[in-house]
């Protein structure tokens, strides 16, 4: 099975904090994704990768930068937390297959910045 | 512009028959999505469908697409307590291959009821 794991279910931070939310996934993927889950809104994609060392920006990418240095991890980073930054975090990964781009997700990372 | 539409609240009675509906735009998805959402936990790939077909059934789940109109539905058969989750539908507008994002809908929230 497909195992995408997040560091932290649950994070309390204080604002101006920087933020480090980390993901892994075991399958060797090629693809990897961050997304903000917020209650009727659904999910919003922060930055995705592609590849080592490569990034794309998202739909939301401001007030957040992503790294990739291993294919397997993929880290986002807030650089200097904001109240309006407390949400549910969702990492997923996914491969170029038959059956297009199925994303396996992570259990989710619940921040709250005070 | 690419976007996925969905309602935000079910309401069924165990046993009966639930159907989610949603509407997308972009007519070059080649793959279709539906995920579910247990409280506290990351997205499961629950079915998917690819755009030549307009039914798939697997077990108590049936999803009809209809390209024309651009809408998507899933009908859990026997609705049971556990099936109380949020259910979201995603496109792949891009189609298969390479590292293309999902375009998720808002989630329909699924209460069952005795």
């Known amino acids: 099975d497909v195992k995408v794991t997040q560091s932290s279910r649950y994070l309390v931070k204080r604002t101006g904090e920087k933020v480090f939310l980390e993901c892994v996934q075991d399958m060797d993927h090629e693809n990897m994704f961050w997304y903000r889950q917020d209650p009727g809104l659904g999910l919003r994609l922060i930055y995705f990768?592609?590849?080592?060392?490569?990034?794309e920006k998202g739909d939301i990418p401001e007030g957040y930068s992503v790294s990739r240095e291993k294919k397997e991890r993929f880290s986002l980073i807030l650089e200097s937390a904001s109240t309006n930054q407390t949400s549910m975090y969702l990492c997923a990964s996914s491969y170029t297959g038959t059956s297009g781009n199925i994303q396996y997700f992570g259990a989710g990372t619940r921040l709250s910045v005070l | 512009g690419e976007d996925v539409e969905q309602s935000l609240f079910l309401s069924v009675r165990e046993g009966d028959s639930s159907v989610i509906n949603c509407t997308y735009t972009d007519s070059s998805s080649t793959y279709l999505y539906w995920y579910k959402q247990e409280p506290g936990a990351g997205l499961q790939l629950l079915t998917y469908i690819f755009s030549n077909m307009d039914m798939k059934q697997d077990q108590r789940l049936t999803v009809l697409l209809n390209k024309k109109d651009k809408h998507l539905s899933l009908r859990i058969a026997d609705t049971q307590t556990g099936d109380s989750a949020i259910y979201f539908c995603?496109?792949?507008?891009?189609?298969?291959?390479?590292?293309?994002?999902?375009?998720f809908g808002a989630g329909t929230r699924l209460a069952v009821h005795p």
């Open positions: 990768s592609y590849d080592v060392k490569m990034k």
């Open positions: 995603a496109e792949n507008p891009d189609g298969a291959g390479g590292y293309n994002k999902l375009i």
